[in-house]
């Protein structure tokens, strides 16, 4: 049966993952998408993604998870959902990486007419962006109870022992 087009099964928003991605990007460039945004096959999607999981997976640590977990596809990350998402540590809730979410859309917001593309290219990415994510950051290993000056390969070694207690 076909779902009414004025049914709430058409307005759901979801957070966007691309399944390719530069090596040479410090963030991957996920979209908080609305219901309107069709998408491709080169994006995985959460549908009702919420701003504090956008957050999660909008930063470092996550991308230090990623960047050990994924394939490559020449010199990119292929991201899987089954080998990087689904096992993916997640850390406590913390509501303040709902706010500095935030923060990053709306820093994205100020640039209208750059896509995402072209945000997170290394040597272009607006300092106010780069200001927000790293905010997210420092919210983001808070939720983990890591230090802020932990190191990308510190901060794999820890995933990895949550990981191994989580499967258990």
């Not at 090596?23 to 991957?28: P, V, W």
């Not at 999607?45 to 640590?61: A, D, Q, R």
Request: aromatic content about 12%; charged content about 20%.
């Amino acid at each position: 049966m076909a779902v009414p087009r004025n049914s709430s099964a058409f307005h759901v928003n979801y957070i966007a993952i691309p399944v390719v991605s530069s090596d040479r990007r410090e963030y991957l460039p996920i979209g908080f998408l609305n219901f309107e945004t069709i998408v491709g096959n080169q994006l995985f999607i959460i549908p009702n993604g919420s701003l504090e999981l956008f957050g999660i997976l909008t930063s470092k640590v996550h991308m230090a998870w990623m960047r050990v977990i994924c394939g490559r596809l020449e010199n990119g990350f292929r991201y899987a959902r089954n080998l990087i998402y689904n096992t993916f540590p997640f850390p406590n809730h913390n509501p303040k990486i709902e706010v500095t979410a935030q923060k990053i859309l709306d820093a994205r917001s100020n640039y209208p007419n750059s896509s995402l593309a072209e945000l997170y290219d290394p040597n272009l990415m607006p300092q106010d962006l780069r200001k927000a994510h790293e905010e997210n950051d420092r919210a983001v290993l808070d939720s983990y109870g890591f230090p802020k000056n932990i190191s990308e390969s510190e901060i794999v070694a820890k995933l990895f022992e949550m990981y191994q207690d989580l499967t258990k």
